[in-house]
C-alpha cells in the first residue's frame, strides 16, 4: 500500500481524489444554488399569477358568502395551503411588489416563516386584501430529489474519474518501470538493451525515444572510452616497460632492480637468511662493439640475458643495470660456496661459443660477490662492495670471480684516494720525469737514447715509482692528462737540452692505450712537436702489446699517423702480451723492446734464452730495430750481444736519473766514460 501510495500511479490518484473531494462539493453546491434559485423563481412566478386569478375571481364575485366559498373550495382543492380576506386600511402591510399591475405583499424565502408555506397578499378590490398560502413543499421535496441526483451524479463522477486515472496511472507506471529496468540492465552493460517503448502516452513515447537516443550515445561513447582505455592502458605498460626493463635484453633495469633487490633484503632479514650479490662485467665486451659493431654487440647482449635467465631460479633476481653489466640477487642462500658455485655456472655459461649471424663468438666475464648480512645491510653497500670484488676479479686477468673481503675495502678506499691525489697532482704540477739512457754496445758503449719515465713528487709520500699511480690513472682515465703532460715536458726538455747546445737523440715516451684512442692523439702529437720546434725523430712513442690486441680504429689512425709524420714506434715489455705474429707484421712499428722478465730469465736456463733468441730473429726477420730491458749484468749483456742485440737499458748502465743527470752525460767528455755508476 505504502508502496503503490509512493509509486507514480498512487500519487496521481491520491492527487485526483483529493481534488475531487475539494472541488466537487463546491461545482455540486453551486449547482443546487442554480436550480434552487430558478425553482424558487417559477414558483413565486406561479403563485403570483394564481394569486392575481384568484384576486380577479373574488373582484367578480363579491359576496363575501361567495368568496368564502371560493376560498374554501381553493383550499380544499389543494391548491392552497391557506385562503382568506384580511381588512385594509388603505395600505398592504408586509413587503411588496409589482406584477402584472398588481401589488403583492409577500414574503420571498422559502421557509421564511418554518412553515412550508409563501404567503401573499393581494388586493381584490374593496373586498379587501386576498391572503393566500401556497404550498412549498413540492418544490422543496423536489430540491431534496435534485441534490440527490447531483450527489449520485457526483459520486459518479469520481468514480469515472478515479478509474480514468487508476487506468492512466497503470499504464504510465508499467511504461515507467520498464523503461527503469531497460535502464538498469543498459547500466549493468547491457548494452542492446533498448529503452523504446510502444506507450499510447505520447509523453512517455517521446520519453523513451529520447531516453533510446541518449543510451545509443552513450553506448558509442563508452566504446569510445573503452577504446581509449585499452589505448591508455597499453601506453601506460609500454611506459612502465621502459621506466623498468631494459629495451634490449628485456630484463629488469636499474630502478627496478633496485626496488626488487631492495625489497629481498628487506625479507631476508625478516626471516633471518643469508643473500649473495653477484656483480657480472663483460670482459673486453667494448672490443666486440669496436670491432664488429654495435649490432653484434646488442645481440650478444640478448643471447647472454637469454642464457642467464634459463641458468638461474625464477626466485633469482637479474637485471641488466647498464652496458655490459649484469646483476644477480641470490636470496635465501646457506653458504657462500653456494653464491661460488652459481656465480662458475654462471661464468661457464656465458663462456660458452655464441653464434651471430653465423659467427662464432668467445667472451668471458668478471665476477664479483657480495653477501648479506656480514658485508653490508644496505643495498647500496653491497653493490659497491661486489663492484669492488668484481674489479679484483678483473685485475687477476678476469674471467673470474671473487668474493669481496675487507682487504678488498682497503684496497679500493686506497684507489680513491690516489684518484683524488693524482688530480691534486695534477693541478698541483707535482709529476717529474727521470730518464734511463739507452746504450748501443761498443767499446766504449754509445749513448744512442734515454727512455722518460714519470716519478711523482708526493707531498707526505716522497717520491713515489709509476708503480704506484700508472694503473689507477689508467683506470680512472686521469692517464690521459698525465700522458699529455709526459709529452709535453718530454718535448719542453728535448727543446731546452738543444737551447742549451747539446747534441740531442730520440726520447722514447711511455703512451697508454687510452691516449691512443683519442681521435687526436696524433694531432697533438704533431701540435707538440711543432710548437718546440722539434723533428719528428726527437720522440719515440712506446706502446704495449695490449695496443695490438685492441682493434680500435682511432688506434689504427693514430699509428698510422704518427708513422706518416715520422715518429718512431716501439713495442714495450715485447713477449708479455701474446700478440700474434699477423698483428706485429701489420702494425707500423720500428722497434722491438725485449721485456725485462725476459732478459732476468735468461740467464736462468735455455727456454730463458730461447725466448730472448727467438725474438731477437724475428726483430731481423721482420727488419725491426731491438732493444734489451732491465739489463743488470754483465753476463746478460754479453749473451744479448752473442745473440745479435746491442741495444741496452738497465741498471748496468744506468737508473732512471734526473733530466740534470742525464745533461751531464750529453756533454762530449761523459760519452766515453766507464757505466755509470748510480
Ligand atoms: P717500462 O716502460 O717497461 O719501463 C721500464 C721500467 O723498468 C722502469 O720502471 C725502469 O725503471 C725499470 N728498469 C729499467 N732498467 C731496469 C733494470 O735493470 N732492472 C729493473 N729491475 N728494472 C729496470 P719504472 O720507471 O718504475 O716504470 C715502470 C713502468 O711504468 C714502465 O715500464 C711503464 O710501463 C710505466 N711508465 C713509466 N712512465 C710512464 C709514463 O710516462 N707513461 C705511461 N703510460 N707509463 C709509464
Ligand atoms: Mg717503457
Ligand atoms: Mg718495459
Redo the contacts with the bound molecule.
Keep these: 500500500m505504502k508502496r503503490f501510495a509512493q509509486s507514480f500511479a498512487g500519487r496521481l490518484l491520491i492527487a485526483l481524489m483529493a481534488i475531487q473531494l475539494l472541488v466537487s462539493p463546491v461545482a455540486l453546491w453551486g449547482v443546487y444554488r442554480l436550480i434552487e434559485s430558478e425553482l424558487h423563481d417559477r414558483f413565486i412566478d406561479y403563485s403570483r399569477r394564481e394569486a392575481a386569478q384568484y384576486s380577479h375571481m373574488v373582484v367578480a364575485n363579491p359576496d363575501p358568502a361567495g368568496i368564502a366559498a371560493l376560498l374554501d373550495d381553493l383550499v380544499l382543492s389543494g391548491a392552497l395551503c391557506s385562503a382568506s380576506m384580511v381588512a385594509v386600511n388603505g395600505k398592504a402591510t408586509g413587503p411588496a411588489s409589482t406584477c402584472a399591475g398588481n401589488v403583492f405583499v409577500e414574503d420571498f424565502k422559502f421557509g421564511e416563516h418554518g412553515d412550508d408555506t409563501y404567503s401573499v397578499q393581494i388586493r381584490a378590490g374593496k373586498a379587501g386584501n386576498l391572503q393566500l398560502g401556497f404550498d412549498e413543499a413540492p418544490v422543496n421535496a423536489r430540491l431534496a430529489e435534485i441534490a440527490r441526483s447531483l450527489l449520485y451524479a457526483g459520486a459518479a463522477w469520481i468514480t469515472v474519474v478515479l478509474a480514468l486515472a487508476a487506468v492512466v496511472g497503470v499504464r504510465l507506471s508499467r511504461s515507467l518501470k520498464h523503461l527503469s529496468h531497460s535502464a538498469r540492465v543498459v547500466a549493468a552493460g547491457g548494452v542492446t538493451e533498448t529503452l523504446l517503448l510502444n506507450s499510447p502516452i505520447s509523453e512517455v513515447a517521446s520519453l523513451s525515444r529520447d531516453l533510446e537516443s541518449m543510451r545509443i550515445s552513450l553506448v558509442q561513447g563508452a566504446q569510445e572510452l573503452r577504446e581509449m582505455n585499452l589505448q591508455l592502458l597499453s601506453a601506460r605498460d609500454e611506459a612502465n616497460r621502459a621506466a623498468y626493463f631494459d629495451a634490449l635484453t628485456g630484463l629488469p633495469n636499474r630502478t627496478l632492480f633496485r626496488f626488487r633487490a631492495e625489497a629481498l633484503i628487506a625479507q631476508a632479514r625478516r626471516m633471518k637468511n643469508c643473500l649473495a650479490f653477484l656483480f657480472i662485467d663483460l670482459d673486453r665486451f667494448k672490443h666486440v662493439n669496436d670491432s664488429l659493431g654495435h649490432l653484434v654487440g646488442d645481440e650478444l647482449l640478448k643471447a647472454l640475458a637469454t642464457r642467464l635467465g634459463k641458468t638461474l631460479r625464477e626466485s633469482d633476481l637479474i637485471a641488466r643495470l647498464g652496458g655490459d653489466e649484469f646483476a644477480i640477487v641470490l636470496p635465501n642462500i646457506t653458504s657462500l660456496d653456494d653464491a661460488r658455485r652459481i656465480a662458475a655456472k654462471v661464468l661457464a655459461v656465458i663462456e660458452r661459443p655464441i653464434n651471430i649471424d653465423g659467427r662464432e663468438l668467445h667472451i668471458s666475464a668478471s665476477i664479483g660477490i657480495s653477501a648479506f648480512p656480514q658485508d653490508g645491510a644496505e643495498l647500496q653497500t653491497l653493490v659497491k662492495q661486489a663492484d669492488i670484488a668484481m674489479y679484483k676479479a678483473k685485475d687477476s686477468g678476469r674471467n673470474n670471480v671473487r668474493v669481496f673481503s675487507a682487504d678488498m675495502a682497503h684496497e679500493a678506499e686506497a684507489r680513491m684516494r690516489t684518484e683524488n691525489e693524482l688530480r691534486a697532482a695534477l693541478r698541483n704540477n707535482e709529476f717529474v720525469?727521470?730518464y734511463?739512457p739507452q746504450y748501443r754496445e761498443g767499446n766504449p758503449p754509445e749513448l744512442i737514447g734515454a727512455?722518460?719515465?714519470?716519478?711523482w713528487q708526493h707531498p707526505t709520500r716522497g717520491l713515489l715509482?709509476?708503480?704506484y699511480f700508472?694503473a689507477v690513472?689508467?683506470d680512472t682515465g686521469l692517464?690521459v692528462p698525465?700522458?699529455q703532460w709526459?709529452l709535453g715536458e718530454t718535448c719542453r726538455q728535448i727543446s731546452a737540452w738543444r737551447d742549451e747546445g747539446f747534441t740531442i737523440f730520440r726520447v722514447a715516451?711511455?703512451?697508454?692505450v687510452t691516449?691512443l684512442k683519442q681521435a687526436d692523439f696524433a694531432v697533438q702529437v704533431r701540435r707538440l712537436l711543432e710548437s718546440f720546434d722539434l723533428t719528428p725523430d726527437a720522440i719515440e712513442i712506446?706502446i704495449?702489446e695490449s695496443v695490438m690486441l685492441e682493434p680500435h680504429e682511432n688506434i689504427v689512425d693514430n699509428l698510422n699517423d704518427l708513422k706518416a709524420l715520422g715518429v718512431h714506434m716501439t713495442i714495450?715489455?715485447f713477449g708479455t702480451g701474446f700478440s700474434g705474429l699477423a698483428t706485429l707484421t701489420r702494425m707500423p712499428v720500428h722497434k722491438i723492446?725485449i721485456?725485462?722478465s725476459f732478459?732476468?730469465d735468461m740467464s736462468g736456463g735455455a727456454l730463458g734464452a730461447a725466448i730472448v733468441r727467438t725474438t731477437i730473429a724475428l726483430a731481423k726477420n721482420l727488419s725491426l730495430e731491438i732493444i734489451a730491458?732491465?739489463?743488470?749484468t754483465t753476463e746478460q749483456r754479453d749473451m744479448l750481444i752473442q745473440m745479435g742485440c746491442n741495444n741496452m737499458?738497465?741498471?748496468?748502465y744506468s737508473?732512471?736519473i734526473s733530466a740534470s743527470a742525464l745533461a751531464a752525460l750529453l756533454r762530449p767528455s761523459s760519452q766515453s766514460t766507464e757505466y755509470l755508476a748510480v
Excluded: M
Design positions: 720525469l727521470h734511463q727512455e722518460a719515465l714519470i716519478r715509482s709509476p708503480f700508472i690513472a689508467e692517464i698525465v700522458g709526459v715516451v711511455n703512451v697508454s691516449q712506446e704495449t714495450d715489455d723492446k721485456d725485462q732478459v732476468h730491458e732491465g739489463v743488470e737499458q738497465g741498471y748496468l737508473r732512471p
